[in-house]
């Protein structure tokens, strides 16, 4: 199934670009979605919100076929 997936702050710094489709399993959770576009690193795994079609979910909800899927990482402030 295809979902898109768009990208906020320093997760479309790492992933070059502020949205794209993606290709994933039937059945993957936002989770699952997450973890294989950004895999955790030495630092770990960059704590992030989930939307779901513009509504905040968590990352155990599953993904739909042509589902728009946001990851919100924490927002600094200076």
Do not use: Q
């Not at 509504?55 to 600094?76: C, K, M, N, R, Y």
């Amino acid at each position: 199934m295809k979902v898109v997936v768009h990208h906020f702050a320093v997760l479309r710094e790492r992933r070059g670009c502020a949205s794209e489709v993606v290709e994933v399993p039937d059945g993957s959770t936002l989770g699952d979605i997450y973890t294989r576009l950004f895999p955790p690193g030495p630092e770990g795994v960059l704590p992030v919100g989930y939307a779901r079609n513009e509504a905040w979910t968590s990352g155990s909800e599953v993904a739909v076929d042509g589902d728009e899927v946001a990851f919100l990482p924490p927002l600094g402030g200076g």
